[in-house]
């Protein structure tokens, strides 16, 4: 098992940045593809990009040359820096998990989620 605890949301004006953490406990001496997903109210949970076991990456097209994902040394930490947000970016961001061995986009293939972090970008 694995747990999920996400950090670093909060409110900024179009245009800023946010640096959001996913620090991760538990069974973390296996190596795991890493996700963020988000989800806007009425809307449904999306990706928004991954990084895979070899740290190769991969971003939805909505986020791409403007979000960024990486992991920390310790390998059970990874980041998502948000930059030039936009209104549209308003979301519960929530990270996750999973030991398949190739980038997913789906949900179903994540088992292991945090409980999300609030990102508000106001116009």
């Known amino acids: 098992q694995v747990q999920l605890v996400e950090s670093g949301g909060g409110s900024v004006q179009a245009g800023g940045s946010l640096r959001l953490s996913c620090a991760a406990s538990?069974?973390?001496?296996?190596?795991?593809?890493m996700a963020w997903f988000r989800q806007a109210p009425g809307k449904e949970r999306e990706f928004v990009l991954a990084?895979?076991?070899?740290?190769?990456?991969y971003y939805a097209d909505s986020v791409k040359g403007r979000f960024t994902i990486s992991r920390g040394n310790a390998k059970n930490t990874v980041y998502l820096q948000a930059n030039s947000l936009k209104p549209e970016d308003t979301a519960v961001y929530y990270c996750?998990?999973?030991?398949?061995?190739?980038?997913?986009?789906?949900?179903?293939?994540?088992?292991?989620w945090g409980q999300g972090t609030q990102v508000t970008v106001s116009s």
């Open positions: 538990g069974r973390t001496n296996r190596s795991y593809v």
């Open positions: 996750a998990a999973s030991t398949f061995l190739v980038l997913d986009t789906r949900t179903s293939a994540y088992p292991y």
């Open positions: 990084i895979g076991i070899g740290d190769s990456t």
